[in-house]
Nanobody
């Protein structure tokens, strides 16, 4: 069983930065798929950034160039560095660890990001 705990959310002004962290316990992070998702009120959950097969990064178009996903194997933590934040980035951000062949799909509880002046 994998337990994921996110942290780092908060209130930030437009143009500001935040770094989200997701720490896993119970197992090392998946080498199949790791992702940061977000869900704004009234909207569907969407993939913001991911690491596939251990090293391939992918980003949603609206955050490409502003957000960076990374992992620290020693700390068993995945980060999402968010720069040049916009009000439309406001959402709950959730960490996901997905194993291959349907062996597991784990979610954290989420951390809230609010971008407002």
């Amino acid at each position: 069983q994998v337990r994921l705990v996110e942290s780092g959310g908060g209130l930030v002004h437009p143009g500001g930065s935040l770094r989200l962290s997701c720490t896993a316990s119970g197992s090392p992070f998946s080498m199949y798929s790791i992702g940061w998702y977000r869900q704004a009120p009234g909207k569907e959950r969407e993939l913001v950034a991911g690491i596939l097969t251990g090293s391939i990064t992918t980003y949603e178009d609206s955050v490409n160039g502003r957000f960076t996903i990374s992992r620290d194997g020693v700390k068993n933590t995945v980060y999402l560095q968010m720069n040049s934040l916009k009000p439309e980035d406001t959402a709950a951000y959730l960490c996901n660890d997905r194993r291959s062949k349907g062996k597991g799909d784990y979610w954290g509880q989420g951390t809230k990001v609010t971008v407002s002046s």
